[in-house]
């Protein structure tokens, strides 16, 4: 495929499917620099990313990268178009690509650059993993516990962007409707909004997280969800997720409720516990009983709560990485947004984006590489070596820019790779 602005590296190859034995040696991965400080954070994470396939494939292994546009770049280039039709067109073809934060332009257009490429591209699960690493700052007392997948659904739920503004003749069409046809009673002059949760969503989503869970070993999976109260929608996210491990997973699987009348507590090594709980109160689990919490599945928006607040138990949204997963693409990016006033300071942490690449590694089956950043990360903290959000926090600490933190990472890198 032709494109306008898009150039494809000649040394590259294409990845032709999201498995590992797809990729090729030297596959083309597309990048969205991201606005803001998405310039400093993403040259800095490359470079960790290159270094790290490098070091541990001894050169036979190497990203060709392909920069593709989105947000306030792409709209210097694409005269105002802040999400240009080739854009799509460029991850539909080559399958990977990893993104910056994004600026959603203010007025109409876009709800959110982020929302419309997951719905785009449909990119129905939202993987994030969270995990204590150490030396991070954090305000828990044994922050190590905290060791979770979160697989939140990316497409339904509030986010599918059914809403109406008070006023309008859409929003008094359907109040009208839910008042005179279905007898429902609310306060005149409500904002509408349409929270659709459907069995296929629900279901592709259960099932990409038990594959998930399967392929690497996990031991349970916690569906989150309000069904006491959203008995139609959440409620039916709690059935819909309980029926794919029974029927399509069930010779892995068995229920909380299995597991004390038929096994007494105790876990059988080859299983999977399938348990539920209400998005409330996981709140207050995961701060007190993290350790019996392994990959969550929940709707749109309580995985969203969820991502964030399990994120701040380990040092915060800026080291929590994420990724957006269909059947034909992966985008991964980093989970903070565009910190404007620290953009080209070469001042904030790279780490959110990082740990996305080490996400993206690992999809590809790269694992030595992931771990080789890892290592080197947990390493460079602990000799405090850190920029100015975990400088402040901490006694002692070297704070450093961004690309002096990449460089101290790419340097450990020959300490723990021996």
């Known amino acids: ?18 498995k590992p034995e797809c990729i090729p040696n030297n596959p ?52 105002g178009e802040y999400m240009p039709e080739e854009t799509f067109d460029a991850l539909r073809e080559f399958l990977v690509g990893i993104k910056g934060p994004l600026t959603t332009p203010v007025g109409g257009g876009f709800r959110s650059l982020n929302v419309t490429l997951r719905q785009v591209l449909d990119l129905y699960a939202c993987v994030r993993p969270v995990r204590w690493y150490q030396g991070v700052p954090s305000p828990l007392r044994e922050p190590q516990h905290v060791n979770v997948v979160i697989f939140r659904e990316n497409t339904e739920d509030v986010y599918a962007g059914i809403e109406y503004a008070t006023g309008t003749p859409e929003n008094e069409k359907l109040a009208a409707f839910l008042r005179d046809e ?90 999977i516990v399938i348990k539920d709980r209400i998005a409330d109160i996981i709140f207050q689990h995961l701060l007190l009983r993290p350790r019996e919490f392994d990959l969550l599945v929940a709707p749109n928006l309580n ?41 080209d300071l070469d001042k904030v942490n790279p780490g959110s984006l990082m740990f996305s690449g080490v996400t993206m590694l690992e999809f590809l089956g790269w694992w030595e590489a992931a771990e080789l950043v890892t290592r080197a990360y947990e390493l460079t903290l602990a000799q405090k070596i850190v920029t100015y959000d975990f400088a402040r926090q901490m006694v002692g600490a070297t704070e450093v820019k961004t690309s002096e ?12 790779n021996t």
């Not at 933190?405 to 723990?416: C, G, L, P, Q, Y």
């Open 28 to 79: 083309i991965i597309a990048f969205i620099e991201g606005d803001g400080i998405g310039h400093d954070i993403m040259t800095a994470s490359k470079r960790i990313w290159d270094a790290a396939v490098e070091k541990a494939y001894g050169g036979q292994r190497k990203i060709a990268w392909m920069e593709i546009y989105a947000g306030e770049k792409a709209a210097g280039i694409y005269d």
């Open 303 to 343: 995985g969203d709560y969820i991502s964030d607040a399990v994120a701040a138990q380990v040092g915060g949204v800026g080291i929590a990485p994420g990724a957006n997963i269909g059947d034909a693409v992966m985008l991964f990016e980093a989970t903070h947004g565009t910190a404007p006033k620290y953009t």
């Open 182 to 271: 279905l007898g429902a009673n609310f306060f005149e002059g409500s904002g509408l909004g349409i929270k659709p949760i459907s069995a296929f969503g629900t279901k592709r989503l259960m099932r990409f997280a038990l594959q998930y869970a399967i392929e690497r070993g996990h031991k349970s999976i916690t569906i989150v969800h309000k069904g006491n109260i959203q008995k139609y929608t959440e409620g039916a996210f709690r059935g819909w997720c309980y029926e794919v491990a029974a029927e399509e997973f069930g010779e892995y699987t068995i229920t909380e409720q299995e597991l004390w009348d038929d096994y007494n507590g105790k876990q059988p090594g080859d299983k």
């Open 1 to 18: 495929m032709a494109y306008q602005h898009i150039v494809v590296p000649a040394e590259g190859e294409k990845v032709s499917c999201l």
């Open 405 to 416: 933190f990449a460089t101290a990472i790419i340097k450990n890198m020959d300490e723990v």
